[in-house]
């Protein structure tokens, strides 16, 4: 085969790849292709991976547009395979749809996203982009006393919901659209369904008990206007009037009959972090949601079976304007083992210092810093699906999809957790070629190590008599000395010689691992790492061999040296 010929394969491999993962070729997976494709090339591993370099290199600086063009046009077979794998993936269920669809996702923000709220938000988007509809981010920001909202937290969603691959359509703040309801609170006023409540609540909460209506609820809708333009300029203090909807006072739910659409909250003593104290008289959440879906045209609405009682609520208000509510469809709760979920424990981590990326904790900011994948999180919630019943995810779930998806990309490095120091005796210089990656075993680093050497091995696999030191020999251990016994793979298999990670002395890293326990905080493991690991970036996600995954949180530099902190993702 031609060098001509082998770059066309390499193209093709890495169009196929690119589209796959959004634009963006891995050189690994290319080239494990390839060679998978055609063994016989594995004795050029050399030349094919710096062929593949460059090849990635010019389809990366293509558009994702270009790059489907050129597969389309060149390689259809190739979008044929692609096809078939994304086939085999975990995908939604089909629902009914006429027309355009529209979905939304509308968090309150007073906290961070978690494994729980994001269910909605990749649900909602994934069919939005399954249809070819819009997605909506809509902050759901009305309660500036109860639930009040954080500053930050508009942010911390914003970033959450990107980080996830999820791009919204529209933006919008229900804290912003107050004129809004208050123009389809005055439509209500007028056509009699709605009236001002000046019964304290305990005063309604008698009546409501007893079918007997609190005395505003029959006057004429002049008088209920009047009333409400008195809320709007201040006439009442909170506590002292709200507009509540006619419903049926007979309703088996009490929470159903005549429920409070606005009311007022002393914004001087509970001010909204964007709006401040400009509104006093603020929507409840089922009055504003159902202004908005109709408003921005949401045909369809995922959410917990928990918001039933909520729809049918707002069932009410779409009768009465003769709307045609949202096709609603309700998952069951998600159930989160292996975290810390225990909201005491979570507010003392906070109060000393913990924040929303805390990798005890089951916010998307804590997988995140944890080295969890966002498209592990999107197959957990798309395998978990629109099932009713409850459904448990534990975070042994989370990080056995996670693991397959890191093994085919991170780095094989060489940690030493339990460091000790011994002296090598071997009869010449020797360089060991380690492979970043078992894939590609012709992309390596070297590491030259001279007899008299010292070098970090674990504790624990001093105990043993010999060992084989990862790519460079086999050794038996005397007193304070590595023995050379053999060089090859093949007589340490003879001596039954345990393969292990080692680190050279003159070329240690020291790497601090933060490992998260649920039940007990964070725990730090202090070792010694390979000289490539001082040359990772923040963020990288790499395997330290026989210990497990770990994402570097940070590179601090300690008297002119690097010192690594790494969090341990999982094994």
Request: overall charge positive; charged content about 30%.
């Amino acid at each position: 085969m031609y060098m001509e010929e082998i770059e066309e394969l390499i193209y093709k491999y890495a169009l196929q790849n690119a589209v796959k993962h959004n634009g963006k070729a891995n050189v690994n997976a290319v080239v494990s292709k390839i060679f998978s494709d055609r063994p016989d090339l594995r004795s050029k591993a050399k030349e094919i991976v710096d062929l593949t370099k460059k090849v990635v290199e010019k389809v990366n600086s293509m558009s994702v547009e270009d790059q489907m063009k050129e597969l389309k046009d060149k390689y259809p077979d190739m979008l044929e395979e692609r096809k078939k794998e994304e086939s085999g993936k975990k995908t939604l269920p089909a629902i009914s749809v006429k027309g355009s669809l529209i979905t939304r996702f509308a968090p309150n923000p007073d906290g961070p996203l978690h494994l729980g709220n994001a269910r909605a938000a990749i649900i909602s988007y994934e069919y939005a982009s399954m249809y070819k509809g819009k997605f909506i981010l809509r902050f759901d920001d009305t309660d500036p006393k109860v639930k009040k909202p954080i500053k930050e937290a508009y942010d911390w969603i914003r970033e959450d919901l990107k980080w996830l691959g999820i791009k919204w359509d529209l933006e919008v703040r229900a804290s912003a659209r107050l004129w809004l309801y208050y123009k389809y609170a005055k439509v209500l006023i007028e056509k009699g369904y709605a009236y001002v409540d000046t019964c304290s609540e305990e005063e309604f909460k008698e009546k409501r008990d007893k079918g007997i209506p609190c005395p505003n609820r029959n006057k004429e809708p002049s008088f209920n206007l009047d009333l409400f333009e008195k809320m709007l300029n201040g006439g009442f203090k909170e506590g002292e009037a709200v507009l509540r909807l006619k419903t049926d006072l007979n309703l088996p739910d009490p929470s159903q009959r005549d429920w409070v659409l606005l009311r007022i909250i002393d914004v001087k003593a509970n001010p909204h972090p964007l709006e401040g104290d400009k509104y006093w008289v603020w929507p409840t959440y089922n009055f504003a949601s159902a202004i908005d879906d109709h408003d921005l045209t949401v045909t369809h609405i995922f959410r917990g079976k928990e918001h039933a009682v909520n729809a049918e609520k707002q069932k009410w208000i779409y009768n009465y304007m003769g709307w045609s509510y949202p096709e609603v469809h309700e998952f069951g709760r998600l159930k989160l083992e292996g975290f810390m979920m225990s909201k005491s424990k979570i507010r003392t981590a906070l109060d000393r210092g913990a924040g929303i990326d805390d990798p005890r904790l089951p916010t998307l900011a804590g997988l995140r810093r944890r080295g969890i994948l966002p498209d592990t999180i999107r197959e957990i919630i798309i395998t978990v699906g629109l099932k009713v019943s409850d459904a448990t995810i534990s975070f042994d779930n989370i990080a056995s999809v996670n693991r397959k998806k890191l093994d085919q990309i991170a780095k094989r490095l060489m940690f030493v957790p339990k460091p000790r120091e011994y002296v090598i005796d071997i009869p010449e210089e020797i360089i060991a070629r380690i492979p970043y990656h078992p894939s590609n075993p012709s992309n390596y680093r070297e590491i030259m190590v001279k007899p008299g050497s010292s070098i970090f091995i674990d504790e624990n696999d001093a105990k043993e008599k010999v060992l084989r030191l990862m790519e460079l020999c086999n050794v038996t251990i005397e007193g304070g000395k590595l023995i050379y016994h053999s060089r090859g793979l093949e007589e340490a298999r003879k001596i039954n010689a345990k393969i292990v990670q080692w680190v050279k002395k003159d070329e240690a890293v020291p790497v601090i691992v933060y490992v998260a326990d649920p039940n007990a905080g964070v725990s730090e493991i202090h070792g010694l790492g390979e000289k490539e690991i001082g040359n990772l970036k923040e963020d990288d996600i790499v395997q330290f061999v026989r210990f497990g995954f770990v994402r570097i949180d940070k590179k601090e530099v300690k008297n002119n040296n690097v010192v690594i902190h790494a969090i341990f993702s999982h094994e």
